[in-house]
Each structure stands twice: as structure tokens, then as C-alpha cells.
């Protein structure tokens, strides 16, 4: 089965996301990662972007696109007006497929002025706008849960009801909330990566934790518009096979091709051969 990574984050030569992948079991060079979608049957993967959103900072392999992100590292209110410019060029550019925000990292909630901006050059380029939600990591000190809440999005997506929104991880674990905003607006799409974390065993997993992975299935059932999910992993942070096996534990059959590969490539505009 051909899969499209929908979520991944790639840089090799940052030491702490080596770190991190190495946790996970993974090598955190270009050859590995390259190796590490050989192995899964990953034929593309969507970087969702981290640092400075010059052009430079964002040059991959073709086997990768990218979502241009305003990160917390980088985004100060002051330098609004560079980022858009920046911002603005890599979108002109065939491979960024989109934008990623990260509120909860950055203080502010997606319906900030602040962001308009951004959103109006999404619409522009006819770009969907990835958005970290749900759980922010306990080592970014001054991360607050207010702002990647999901219930924020349900705003956001009907004052501008002509741009796709991704809503990155689910919401995890504000998965009621997160269900009701999504079956509630249509140009919202379920991102599933990033809900685990870390080297596990699927099969042990699943028997361990079995109410937990009935309850995300109950609530993406919720949903019920399988057209409407797309699959990542948020790599590094996951060991690559058991989340494949996770997400197929909550997808029924009958629609792995659809959210595994398919509704990517519509979602993000992807031109693969």
C-alpha cells in the first residue's frame, strides 16, 4: 500500500530532533530518513516547517513538500511584515503545498489579527493552512493549551469558509471537541499524526490500552467522512511502522487508500508521478 506522510518534521542537521528520533528508533540523517520511508512504503512526505520562513531554510529532496510554518522560535509580532513577505515567496514556490501555524507555542488564538494576513495569501494561492492542536510538549516553557485548543478552529472556519484548515494531531486528547468542530465544518480536514509518541509495540499496545484507542475510533466515527482524514506520523517523534499500525487500527479497511494516500493528494494539491 502506498502511503503519503501527511506530517512529518525534517531537519538533519538539528541535534535535538536527532535526538528525539533516536528515541524512536530511527536514524536522523538525509539517508536515513530516506531509507526509513523505503522501508514503510512512504512514497512522499509533507514537511510541516519549523524555523526562519526564508527560501533557504526550506530546500528538500522531491520526494518531499512542505507547509511553510510560523514558528514559535521565530514569530514575533514586530516582524509581522518580514514573515509575510517570506512567506508569501515560498508559497509562489510549486513544492510548499500550504502553511502550518502553531499556536499554544505561539501566544496567540488562530482567530489573532495577527494571522489574517497569512490567511488572506492562503487564499490567494489556494493553500491549506495546517494547525497544531491539542497537547503542547512540557518542555517549551510558557506553552499554553488555550491557544491550540480545537474548539478555536470552529471560529476560524466559518469566517473564512473558502480555505481548508487541517487540524493537526486530532486535537488529542480534546477529542469530543475536536469531533464536534470537524463533523460541524466541512473545510475542516483530520490530521491523525502525533497522537503517539515514542517506540511501542503495536499489538501489546492496542491490548493495553484498549479503551483508548476505541474511544479516538468512537469519535473519528463521530466524524463519519473518512474523505476527510489524512495520515503523518509528526516523525520524528514516532516510531514510523507501529504508527502505521496504530492509524490502520483506527481506520476501517474500506477507506486505508483514501486516508492513507488519497485524500492527501487532493488536500494538499500534491503532483506525484
Known sequence: MKIIDAHIHYRPDYAPFAQVAAHSGHTYTKDGIRQMM?????????VMGNFEPTVENHQYPPYLSFCVGLDSNVFQPQRAEEFLVQVEENLKRPNCVGLKLYPGYNPFFVTDEIYTPFYQLAEKYHKPVAIHTGAVAS????????????LT???????????????????????????????????IIVDLSGILEGMFSPAPFMEENRFYVETVKM???????????VFGTDFPIVQVPSYIQFVKELIPKEAWHKVFYENALRVYGLQLE
Open 38 to 46: 523505503e522501508d514503510n512504503d512512504i512514497c512522499h512526505a509533507i
Open 153 to 187: 478552529l470552529d471560529e476560524l472556519a466559518v469566517r473564512f469558509p473558502d480555505i481548508t484548515f487541517v487540524m493537526c494531531h486530532f486535537g488529542n486528547p480534546f477529542l469530543a471537541e475536536a469531533a464536534a468542530v470537524v463533523e460541524k465544518n466541512k473545510n
Open 139 to 150: 518542555s517549551k516553557p510558557g506553552a499554553l493549551l488555550k491557544y491550540s485548543h480545537p
Open 219 to 229: 469519535w473519528l466515527r463521530y466524524v463519519g467522512d473518512y474523505d476527510r482524514m
